[in-house]
């Protein structure tokens, strides 16, 4: 049996096109389970359509290009050329014209240009493009190039593709957001917070949820591994949605300052408002609420301040259990760990920084020769008081208002954006930049804005067009 597909297509022009495919199927085939179309069969069928199109469309484009917009007449031929065009149903060689100057319009330039460039500057439409940065921001590139296995396309499609076409765009994504960051920065003297300040409003606070995120390098001459800066930025307390993600491999105060404060103003965020940053004390955090606008607040993760009490707590146990005798000198040292705790957690701050000094004081009195366990507790918390201490807040107010307390957002987005590509069983190394233009692109499609920011150079606005040019649809021409 042999199937006969007839593809018709009209422009606007009413220039008609048509294309034939022939598709064999035997009955014996039945036999080997060969039911209906296969999917070669529709490969083939696809591939077919898209040539047609392809080629129509950019046929029609070249014409329309030709026209002078000023004097509305045709420019001279160049030449003509083919230019192959990669799409996601295979590789469609077209005819590629080159269009001179107008000789009256521009007298004394001799210049060409092809129409084709403009709609396809990159040899590949942008929908490839875009789908193979996608997979090769969410899985390895071997496994991201065998896009053959379900699309029409050429097998030699190598990860070595993939990999680059994923840089530019991630380059291409890095920029875009620069000149939104500058243009941002010339105008936020002049911005005004446009909302209405009501009591008890959980959405009238800005959080960044911020974290760190460790890359094997791939440079054997620098440090092992290098730092990414992995943050969402939303508004919101317990329960909300988290807001943008944000991924840099810059960590200088200003460049985490610039994107943070591009992401908060995708929330509405004008250059006014309550700022909250929540980190896990990483010094390499603590500069970006010293960049940003006040009033910027610094939380310590509630999580983190219990992790560090919890060893303090373990040694405490262990020196009661440990000492034969009555322990004369801190008989409840245990107990006052676990007040310290509770204090932070049910608002009492103050007091519980200043037990917390006091058991600091008789720490240090009662420190022995050669005593590890109280030396151990002693450095604990001497760093738990000084290297945290502007940031501990009554976590236990916060949590009856339903704020949040925890960094918990940062941290799923450094386990969903870094560690399932880069680091948890990939065994991969990569270079600062490859990584963070590999995150431009992954941390785009989180954000659902990959396919509007690669869709944006081509929405410019209509060329001028002579009236009598202009297309017309073919019931209009006939009317």
Request: contains cysteine; aromatic residues 6%; proline residues 6%.
């Amino acid at each position: 049996m042999e199937w006969t597909i007839t593809i018709e297509g009209r422009n606007e022009f009413g220039d008609t096109c048509r294309k034939e495919v022939r598709i064999d199927k035997s009955w014996k085939g039945l036999f080997d389970g060969d039911i209906g179309f296969s999917i070669d069969d529709g490969k083939k069928i696809m591939a077919a359509l898209q040539i047609a199109v392809v080629s129509h469309e950019a046929e029609t484009y070249s014409l329309f290009r030709r026209v002078c917009p000023d004097c509305h007449t045709f420019r001279p031929v160049k030449g003509y050329t083919t230019r192959k065009i990669r799409t996601v149903f295979g590789t469609v060689e077209v005819r590629n014209p080159r269009w001179m100057l107008c000789r009256d319009c521009h007298p004394g330039m001799v210049a060409a240009f092809a129409p084709l460039n403009e709609i396809c500057p990159d040899r590949a439409t942008p929908e490839l493009i875009e789908l193979t940065a996608r997979l090769g921001s969410m899985m390895p590139y071997r496994q991201a190039a065998k896009l053959g296995e379900f699309l029409p396309i050429e097998h030699p499609e190598t990860y070595v593709t993939v990999r680059k076409r994923t840089i530019r765009i991630g380059e291409r994504l890095d920029e875009q957001i620069a000149k939104e960051e500058r243009r941002a920065r010339a105008q936020r003297h002049d911005r005004s917070q446009l909302e209405m300040q009501l009591p008890g409003d959980r959405r009238k606070e800005f959080v960044i949820s911020i974290d760190t995120a460790h890359v094997r390098s791939a440079d054997p001459n620098s440090a092992r591994n290098f730092e990414l800066v992995v943050a969402r930025c939303g508004r919101g307390g317990r329960g909300d949605v988290g807001g943008r993600y944000l991924v840099t491999s810059n960590t200088d105060q200003a460049a985490i300052r610039d994107r943070a404060l591009h992401a908060l103003q995708q929330e509405g965020y004008c250059g006014f408002g309550n700022v909250t940053v929540i980190s896990d004390g990483a010094e390499i955090l603590k500069r970006l609420p010293r960049a940003m606008p006040k009033p910027t607040a610094h939380i310590i993760d509630w999580f983190h301040i219990a992790m560090k009490i919890q060893p303090m707590q373990q040694i405490a146990d262990h020196i009661v259990r440990s000492q034969s005798d009555p322990f004369e000198v801190l008989p409840t040292i245990d107990r006052d760990i676990r007040a310290v705790k509770w204090r932070l957690w049910h608002g009492r701050v103050d007091g519980a920084i200043r037990d917390l000094e006091q058991f600091l004081a008789r720490l240090k009195d009662s420190q022995r020769d050669g005593e590890f366990s109280i030396a151990r507790l002693y450095s604990l918390a001497s760093q738990l008081i000084h290297s945290n201490r502007g940031a501990i807040v009554n976590y236990g107010k916060r949590y009856r208002a339903g704020l949040r307390v925890a960094s918990a957002l940062a941290e799923s987005a450094v386990n969903s954006l870094v560690g399932k590509r880069m680091v948890k069983k990939q065994q991969m190394r990569c270079s600062p930049h490859g990584a963070h233009m590999l995150m431009q692109v992954r941390t785009a499609e989180i954000n659902g804005e990959l396919r509007d920011r690669l869709r944006a150079p081509f929405r410019q606005p209509e060329p001028n067009v002579p009236p009598l040019f202009k297309p017309k649809p073919p019931l209009l021409r006939a009317a």
